[in-house]
Each structure stands twice: as C-alpha cells, then as structure tokens.
C-alpha cells in the first residue's frame, strides 16, 4: 500500500513536499516514481529514483524544480516542489516498480506496479 500526503493550495512561485510512505511492500528493492493528472489530460511522469537513491530522473516540465528523494529506513519517498506554477495543478500519484533493484528508475507508467491514491496540489495564479 502506498499513501501519499502534503498536497494542498499554494500561490504561484510557492513550495510544497509531497511525501508517500509504503507499508507491505519491500520498499527499499524498488524503484519509486511520482506521476501527475490534471483534469482531462493523460497521466504523465513526474520523477523517479532507484532502490538506492542513486539515481533519479525527470520529467522535462519540472526539471531544476523539483527533487525527488527516499528514506528507505522510514519506508518513504518525497517530492519536493519549488518554484510551482499553475500548469503544476494536478493529483500526484507514487508508484513503485516491483522489478528489484533497479538502477535505472523507469519513466513509463507501465512499468509501476503498485499506485498509492493521489494527492491534490492545486496552484494558484
């Protein structure tokens, strides 16, 4: 199960830490992503790390904006946003990938197994 929080309202420019905390789950063999959905539009990849922490990627649209870490002995993974813009408006969603050890964290939504159930950020103007 994977649970996420930290959403919430914020103004343009703003910050917010999205956190997601897994439980029944060998968190600290996976690859974790964060994908995002706004309203009528497709669910596209945020960020992503490997079990380890060593290696991250993004998505085009948040690059130098936002971070992505894990605390594997806490069973979390975080999502740090600066610099939000309104486009940034949208449910956030964790994901794990389930394949073990991964070294280079997958982007593609169809590689995540398990999906926590979002977390509303809206960015105001």
């Known amino acids: 199960q994977l649970v996420e929080s930290g959403g919430g309202l914020v103004q343009t420019g703003g910050s917010l830490r999205l956190a997601c905390v897994a439980s029944?789950?060998?968190?600290?063999?996976?690859?974790m992503g964060w994908f995002r959905q706004a309203p009528g539009k497709e669910r596209e990849f945020v960020a992503a790390?490997?079990?380890?922490?060593?290696?991250?990627s993004y998505g085009d649209s948040v690059k130098g904006r936002f971070t992505i870490s894990r605390d594997n002995a806490k069973n979390a993974v975080y999502l740090r946003m600066n610099s939000l813009k309104p486009e940034d408006t949208a449910v956030y969603y964790c994901?794990?990938?389930?394949?073990?050890?991964?070294?280079?964290?997958?982007?593609?939504?169809?590689?995540?197994?398990?999906w926590g159930q979002g977390t509303q950020v809206t960015v105001s103007s």
């Open positions: 994901a794990a990938d389930t394949a073990l050890f991964l070294i280079v964290p997958p982007k593609e939504r169809h590689e995540y197994d398990y």
């Open positions: 029944g789950l060998t968190f600290s063999s996976y690859a």
């Open positions: 790390i490997s079990w380890d922490g060593g290696r991250t």
